[in-house]
């Protein structure tokens, strides 16, 4: 039937067309990105791991039952219990309030570093992309360069130059990511530089710069928030191994991955809980992640 048959009819039934296309239109039009992640549940879950870890990282003085840099040395190596949920460490430490306040610096130094490596990584993919030739060339010369160099040489290399501490994790793990999503926003662009828009928009004059910064950045920020995410995963992971070699947050700071370093060695005595836990947090946090990230490309491919 035609959604603009007439009206009423012999018996004056019908609704009016514009209520019967109304009735009919498509609903999908009306869901925007965010309505779309929230009706998946690897997206309501890996967000609500995060949102906890989130406001351990905030308020972890506050949640944290026991500080975690006070030292009960008459109650070492205890195992989990109602006093200790997670058990102490060798110190006396409590684990439970250990885990809770090393989530603040494993967060804070990962969403730095991949902050910095997305937008370094999107700058110099917007001029590899767009300029191509020459700049290409140099750029990309450079690009497969770094990307050559093993990860932890890189890390080592920067570490034992500038000094572990926190600006050097996040200049570190920044840098090694920025080659890697240069590479996926010059995929990007070169696809965008087939498109009639960016003719129109030199014919108009429009600066190269302006033309990268407001006619093609916008069309790739999906592959750069996919990158962002995805990134952000291994900057976890990434952060916890330098701390696990020491090259890290620095002890007594509460961090899962010098935690992990610090205890493991009790393993064989039997005290699994000073490694478990802080294992586990780490592991949650990536799972976290990469349920959120996969969410988000599921959506954005839809």
């Given at each position: 039937?035609?959604?603009?048959?007439?009206?009423?009819?012999?018996?004056?039934?019908?609704?009016?067309?514009?209520?019967?296309?109304?009735?009919h239109?498509?609903?999908?039009r009306?869901r925007?990105?965010?309505?779309l992640?929230?009706?998946?549940?690897t997206?309501?879950?890996?967000?609500?791991?995060?949102?906890?870890?989130?406001?351990?990282?905030?308020?972890g003085?506050?949640?944290?039952?026991?500080?975690?840099f006070?030292?009960?040395l008459?109650?070492?190596?205890?195992?989990?219990?109602?006093?200790?949920?997670?058990?102490?460490?060798?110190?006396?430490?409590?684990?439970?309030?250990?885990?809770?306040?090393g989530?603040?610096?494993?967060?804070?130094?990962?969403?730095?570093?991949?902050?910095?490596?997305?937008?370094?990584?999107?700058?110099?993919g917007?001029?590899?992309?767009?300029?191509?030739?020459?700049?290409?060339?140099?750029?990309?010369?450079?690009?497969?360069?770094?990307?050559?160099?093993?990860?932890?040489?890189?890390?080592?290399?920067?570490?034992?130059?500038?000094?572990?501490?926190?600006?050097?994790?996040?200049?570190?793990?920044?840098?090694?990511?920025?080659?890697?999503?240069?590479?996926?926003?010059?995929?990007?662009?070169l696809?965008?530089?087939?498109?009639?828009y960016?003719?129109?928009?030199?014919?108009?004059?429009?600066?190269?710069?302006?033309?990268?910064?407001?006619?093609?950045?916008?069309?790739?920020?999906?592959?750069?928030?996919?990158?962002?995410?995805?990134r952000l995963?291994?900057?976890i992971?990434?952060?916890?191994t330098?701390?696990?070699?020491?090259?890290?947050?620095?002890?007594?700071?509460?961090?899962?991955?010098?935690?992990?370093?610090?205890?493991?060695?009790t393993?064989?005595?039997?005290?699994?809980?000073?490694?478990?836990?802080p294992a586990?947090?780490?592991?949650?946090?990536?799972?976290?992640?990469?349920?959120?990230?996969?969410?988000?490309?599921?959506?954005l491919?839809?």
């Amino acid at each position: 039937m035609s959604l603009t048959a007439p009206v009423g009819g012999a018996g004056g039934a019908g609704p009016p067309a514009a209520q019967v296309a109304v009735a009919h239109a498509p609903a999908s039009r009306t869901r925007t990105p965010w309505a779309l992640l929230l009706r998946k549940p690897t997206f309501i879950a890996g967000g609500v791991i995060l949102l906890f870890w989130v406001v351990c990282a905030v308020f972890g003085s506050s949640i944290a039952p026991h500080s975690p840099f006070a030292q009960q040395l008459l109650d070492t190596n205890a195992a989990p219990s109602a006093a200790h949920w997670f058990g102490t460490d060798q110190l006396g430490r409590d684990v439970l309030s250990r885990v809770i306040a090393g989530s603040r610096d494993i967060l804070l130094i990962a969403v730095a570093a991949t902050l910095l490596g997305t937008v370094a990584g999107t700058a110099l993919g917007l001029v590899m992309g767009y300029f191509g030739g020459i700049a290409d060339i140099l750029v990309g010369r450079v690009v497969e360069a770094v990307l050559a160099l093993p990860v932890v040489i890189v890390a080592f290399l920067f570490i034992v130059a500038l000094g572990p501490s926190t600006g050097t994790l996040i200049v570190v793990v920044g840098f090694v990511f920025t080659p890697l999503i240069a590479r996926t926003v010059r995929s990007a662009v070169l696809v965008e530089s087939q498109l009639d828009y960016l003719s129109s928009a030199r014919l108009v004059g429009e600066k190269p710069v302006q033309i990268m910064a407001v006619e093609i950045l916008p069309n790739v920020i999906p592959a750069v928030l996919v990158e962002f995410t995805v990134r952000l995963g291994y900057a976890i992971f990434a952060v916890a191994t330098l701390s696990f070699l020491g090259f890290g947050v620095q002890p007594p700071t509460p961090d899962w991955g010098a935690d992990i370093a610090a205890n493991y060695g009790t393993l064989p005595a039997g005290y699994w809980w000073e490694t478990l836990f802080p294992a586990l947090a780490i592991a949650s946090l990536v799972v976290a992640v990469n349920l959120v990230t996969d969410s988000i490309e599921q959506v954005l491919a839809s």
